[in-house]
């Protein structure tokens, strides 16, 4: 069971710029993926950026060149930075941990945390 505590969100301009901090109770370089989705309003979780143990990272294109995911295996961390902020990037981001087996795939996911952009 793999526990996750996100951190970061708030309110923000557009144009600005939010770090949110995922931290997990295991040895993230155990963890096949890491990665952080997103939920706005009557729509459906989608993905906005993961990191695999080997370090390849995946973002959505809404986002790419705007994002950055980044890890610190030494705190367990998972980290995503914001940057270029649009009220569309507006939603809850929930951090999400995949172990991949040859035959299962596990899914853990933080409580989420609010992230606001708007004037």
């Known amino acids: 069971q793999v526990q996750l505590v996100e951190s970061g969100g708030g309110l923000v301009q557009p144009g600005g710029s939010l770090g949110l901090s995922c931290a997990a109770s295991?040895?993230?370089?155990?963890?096949?993926?890491m990665g952080w989705y997103r939920q706005a309003p009557g729509k459906q979780r989608d993905l906005v950026a993961s990191?695999?143990?080997?370090?390849?990272?995946n973002y959505a294109e809404s986002v790419k060149g705007r994002f950055t995911i980044s890890t610190d295996n030494a705190n367990n961390t998972v980290y995503l930075q914001m940057n270029s902020l649009k009220p569309e990037d507006t939603a809850v981001y929930y951090c999400?941990?995949?172990?991949?087996?040859?035959?299962?795939?596990?899914?853990?996911w933080g409580q989420g945390t609010q992230v606001t952009v708007s004037s």
């Open positions: 999400n941990a995949r172990q991949v087996t040859w035959n299962s795939l596990r899914d853990y």
């Open positions: 990191i695999t143990n080997g370090g390849r990272t």
């Open positions: 295991e040895i993230i370089s155990s963890i096949d993926v």
